[in-house]
């Protein structure tokens, strides 16, 4: 067997993990490990010069063996995996061990965390010791591409890729296409017609010869992996066998029901309603009360359901600027009404924003600020010798004074939250949701439309509530990443996958019960267990219930993991001795 | 010197060693006596990698995978949860507490609360005080 020769690197990240751990300690110390040739500390290991400090000692001191400590694994493993391939070695001889997110962050103590990183650091060493070169697998992509949600953003997907001569499947939950642009007015901050934009979009993905749409139709559930899904469509009573090689998630939000906060009286006083109904009265061109009178007043409450620990505590971000485009649509359709902006904060980052704000602010609109934690306006029917319907009873934060708002017609800016059947979609295409059920992307910043599922890429709303344009601009980078893999033709896969060593495999076929995936046959001419590596994905499971030990788990191999835990114990233990 | 127990900890890749990344870049503070050792699925969790924590001088032993219904893998949570009954009678049956090893559900937005798991659970081990099994078995080889 070849002589194990290590190099161990330890991350300052600028002072992320050097202000809370002794990084120059951590490599003194780990340097005398058995089989470590060189430990060293560097600023940023991966930076250009902290990646060719590994490449050059690999080839100066004939390493074969690679421990970084660091950031988290799901943020850098991949690239060192690269600079080690990059030096000729192969990208599995190499372990992470994660000292900022998991120790310099979380920890106050120096000498505590100073403690844990080296045993985080000897565990890394110790598995690396059982690590073994595995060859690259690779998977052909099919070039069809599977978009779920028919709103701007899936819209905006299926055409890119269908101009590139790619198959398209566009799947809508309801009949019309369009999602929510195609039931608003006018865009902000520039009040374009949302219409024009959209049914001009419409148009085009209908009689695109490279789109196929299934209207009024739910994904069940998907089979495969990137390159390789499968999912049976039903449709009008029809079932089609759809294959693609990836997903686009873009299920979009929907609009905050304000019918459970009492204070608005939404649904009991017939002219209060919501930005999406106000909207539908925009689109039919009149803006009148239920009585069929136009509004001397028009009040329009902001934070409807967000930033609000009752309902949902994450901001919106659309409603500010869509309440000023209301003003500004009110203002010239009724040019002599009374428009009260009752806010919490006016938010008007981004392009063009800030200066609609400023205009808008100069059209005689009376802004009014109130508590959106603690004390929200309440909307209550005015009395008969009022000359309104209804009068809003606000704490006023800025003037600190208790006022009145006479109010014919008021406009709850409503927020917008998760689909309904949000879980139901994230587990048929095999994507995590963070808080607030939004879908999760792969990395908040270094990767926002990818997932952790390789070939699901999620867009628009449905990630989190934003702007067209943000939408637009995410539908983009998915399919640019998508058909990066076409154009390759095939994508490079996890080679975690399982093994058999049918010399002790028993044939009891436990595996094959346990395998989430029927990844695992069985030969009955041999009477032992085959995995099928395109199908597995590595979970390992059929690994531990293996009861004579026949099933390894690639990359997590029993060895690895047990000399892991042997060597983070010992270190650990040794420390505590001092 | 006050007693500072040794805990590992595993967490499955998906859900709660996202959960624990979460913790991280949140700056949540937790205790230090908490080591993660990453498995792509709590599925993946041996009885012998349990085992093996506290013979080598574990004292205590911290499961997390995804919630019921959401694991990336489908349902390697439930075979975790089944082991896990099942190793929880053989560690009693060993004389170690069963209280030393715990399984809970995080998912990869639980930052916090996989921060508060890991000290309600430091403070649990620290009041059981040390595992003797490693002092045990060295005693008897």
Same mark, same amino acid.
């Given at each position: 067997m070849e002589e194990i020769r290590i190099g161990v690197y330890i991350c300052w990240c600028g002072t992320n993990i050097a202000k809370m751990v002794d990084v120059e300690d951590v490599a003194r110390e780990l340097s005398e490990m058995p089989d470590v040739v060189i430990a060293k500390d560097y600023k940023y290991m991966c930076s250009d010069p902290g990646q060719d400090l590994i490449i050059k000692d690999i080839k100066k001191h004939n390493l074969n063996r690679i421990v970084v400590s660091a950031c988290s694994p799901r943020i850098h493993e991949l690239t060192f995996r690269r600079t080690l391939e990059n030096a000729g070695l192969n990208p599995y001889m190499f372990q992470m061990a994660n000292i900022r997110e998991q120790v310099s962050w979380v920890h106050d103590d120096r000498i505590k965390a100073t403690k844990k990183a080296k045993a985080l650091v000897a565990a890394a060493i110790n598995r690396i010791k059982w690590h073994e070169s595995l060859d690259k697998r690779t998977v052909s992509i099919n070039p069809s591409t599977l978009v779920i949600g028919g709103g701007i953003a899936g819209i905006t997907a299926a055409l890119e890729l269908a101009d590139t001569g790619s198959q398209v499947f566009l799947v809508e939950k309801e009949r019309k296409l369009g999602g929510n642009m195609a039931k608003i007015d006018l865009t902000f901050p520039y009040l374009n017609s949302a219409q024009q934009i959209i049914n001009e979009k419409i148009d085009r993905i209908e009689h695109h010869p490279n789109i196929r749409i299934f209207r009024n139709t739910v994904i069940d559930e998907i089979f495969g992996y990137i390159g390789n899904f499968n999912s049976t469509i039903g449709q009008n009573g029809t079932e089609a066998e759809l294959k693609f090689g990836n997903i686009i998630v873009a299920t979009g939000l929907k609009s905050f029901d304000p019918? &459970?906060?009492?204070?608005? &009286?939404y649904g009991k006083l017939p002219d209060v309603i919501t930005s999406l109904e106000f909207e539908q009265m925009l689109l039919n061109g009149k803006i009148l009360t239920k009585e069929g009178k136009e509004p001397a007043n028009v009040a329009i409450i902001h934070c409807v359901g967000s930033r609000n620990s009752d309902e949902h505590e994450y901001c919106s971000r659309t409603c500010c600027m869509s309440a000023l485009k209301y003003a500004n649509q009110l203002r010239s359709a009724i040019p002599e009404v009374n428009i009260y902006q009752a806010y919490a904060d006016m938010r008007a980052f981004g392009k063009g924003c800030e200066e609609l704000y400023c205009s808008t602010s100069r059209k005689d609109v009376m802004f009014l600020m109130f508590d959106q934690q603690k004390d929200l306006p309440v909307i209550m029917e005015a009395k008969a010798d009022d000359s309104c319907k209804m009068v809003i009873e606000m704490n006023e934060k800025l003037s600190g004074e208790r006022i009145e708002i006479p109010a014919d017609l008021v406009i709850l800016m409503v927020g917008l939250e998760a689909q309904d059947d949000a879980k139901e979609l994230a587990r048929s295409v095999g994507i995590s949701m963070c808080g607030n059920s939004f879908f999760m992307e792969k990395h908040p910043k270094l990767d926002p439309v990818a997932t952790t599922t390789s070939g699901v890429y999620v867009v628009g709303n449905c990630q989190a509530p934003k702007e067209i344009p943000d939408a637009i601009s995410q539908a983009k980078a998915a399919t640019a990443r998508i058909m990066a893999t076409i154009k390759q033709g095939e994508v490079e896969v996890e080679v975690i996958t399982a093994e058999v060593n049918e010399d002790i495999c028993c044939g009891c076929k436990t595996c094959i019960q346990v395998c989430p995936y029927t990844a695992i046959t069985f030969d009955e001419n041999n009477s032992v267990s085959v995995v099928n590596e395109a199908i597995c994905k590595g979970c390992g499971t059929c690994g531990s219930a293996c009861p004579t030990g026949a099933i390894r788990s690639r990359h997590f191999t029993d060895n690895q993991i047990l000399s892991q835990i042997k060597g983070l114990m010992s270190k650990s233990l040794e420390l505590n001795e001092l | 010197m006050t007693y500072e127990p040794t805990i590992i900890a595993f967490l499955c890749n998906w859900c709660s060693y996202t959960g624990a990344d979460l913790a991280g870049t949140s700056r949540m503070k937790y205790a230090s006596n908490i080591n993660i050792i990453r498995v792509m699925c709590s599925g993946r969790i041996e009885p012998m990698f349990v085992l093996s924590a506290f013979r080598e001088g574990a004292d205590g032993v911290l499961i997390c995978g995804c919630h019921p219904g959401d694991c990336h893998y489908h349902e390697g949570n439930y075979k975790c949860l089944r082991r896990f009954h099942l190793l929880q009678k053989y560690l009693t049956q060993m004389g170690l507490n069963e209280e030393r090893m715990r399984l809970e559900w995080i998912s990869a937005s639980e930052g916090k609360q996989f921060a508060e798991l890991a000290d309600d659970f430091t403070e649990k081990i620290r009041s059981l005080g040390p595992c003797k099994l490693k002092e045990t078995a060295e005693t008897l080889t």
């Open positions: 019918s &459970g906060i009492k204070n608005y &009286g | -």
